[in-house]
């Protein structure tokens, strides 16, 4: 079973940046499709975006495209979330979950993960 670990979140203001990782216990010659959720209090988990290794395809929610950059290191068994222009809205519990059985459409509709992470608290506060 795939472990995942997610590191980087933290407190910072309004406009600020973080780098969120997720690495994984496990290496493995097929490559993992990544994806990141958060989840603020009271609220339901939201989709943040989502990466295929293979053919670098990413998908983005509305709310953070143009803003978040999603990427992976196979080599390094992590992927990470550039998160610029944060915002209070952003504020939640980020997790990363991977996949090798599904394709990533199927991941980013229907959130059908194998694996989760326990989650990195992301707060932007001024």
């Known amino acids: 079973e795939v472990q995942l670990v997610e590191s980087g979140g933290g407190r910072v203001q309004p406009g600020g940046s973080l780098r969120l990782s997720c690495t994984a216990s496990?290496?493995?010659?097929?490559?993992?499709?990544v994806g990141w959720y958060r989840q603020a209090p009271g609220k339901e988990r939201e989709r943040v975006s989502a990466i295929d290794p293979d053919t670098r395809r990413t998908f983005y929610a509305d709310s953070v495209k143009g803003r978040f950059t999603i990427s992976i290191d196979n080599a390094r068994k992590t992927a990470y979330l550039q998160m610029n222009g944060l915002n209070p809205d952003d504020t939640a519990k980020y997790f990363c979950a991977a996949d090798r059985r599904r394709t990533l459409y199927r991941l980013w509709e229907l959130a059908e993960w194998d694996f989760w992470g326990q989650g990195t608290q992301v707060t932007v506060s001024s």
């Open positions: 496990e290496f493995t010659s097929t490559a993992y499709i």
